[in-house]
């Protein structure tokens, strides 16, 4: 396994011009990569938790975040 980081590209910001707006209280990203959804989503609601399957992309993202957690 790689432990590099999925960079934020086309579906990535595809994905950030359909959940800007959104609010709430709680959110999840499922394969966070670099953090940048994550971070975008910790804007508009309350908690955030973002998930990757490799604690060494975890530990060092571009866009890092807090309630990271390690699983696939």
Known sequence: MKNE???PSEDTF???D???NEKGNF????GSGSGYLTK???????????????YQVLKN????TK?????N
């Open 14 to 16: 595809f994905m950030a």
């Open 40 to 54: 975008l989503l910790s804007e508009n609601f309350s908690f955030v938790v973002g998930t990757d399957i490799n």
């Open 18 to 20: 359909n959940i800007q």
């Open 27 to 30: 959110a999840l990203d499922i």
């Open 61 to 64: 993202q571009t866009y890092s």
């Open 67 to 71: 309630n990271l957690i390690c699983c």
């Open 5 to 7: 980081e999925y960079p």
